[in-house]
């Protein structure tokens, strides 16, 4: 429904990183509980998690009810 891309400070554009963010959707389709995996860049953590926070989802569903899901998203920055 909702994923907007990370806003990137300039001092940060030139800059090149991945970021895996794990974190549950939940039955409405919202994040909850995002989380860094794993980081090439620290920089970057805050950026992404303030990213996601923002997203939102077509909930999963089982049997035809929405049910949670964890999911692992992987960035790159270029």
Sequence with gaps: ?????PVVPSALRA????????FLID???YVRNPRIIKSSNAS???IVLDCVRDWQFEPATRGGQPVAVRVIVPMRFK
Excluded: T
């Excluded at 429904?1 to 891309?5: E, P, R």
């Design 44 to 46: 970057f953590n805050d």
């Design 15 to 22: 800059v090149q990183a991945s970021v895996q963010v794990g």
């Design 27 to 29: 039955e409405r389709g």
């Design 1 to 5: 429904k909702k994923q907007g891309a």
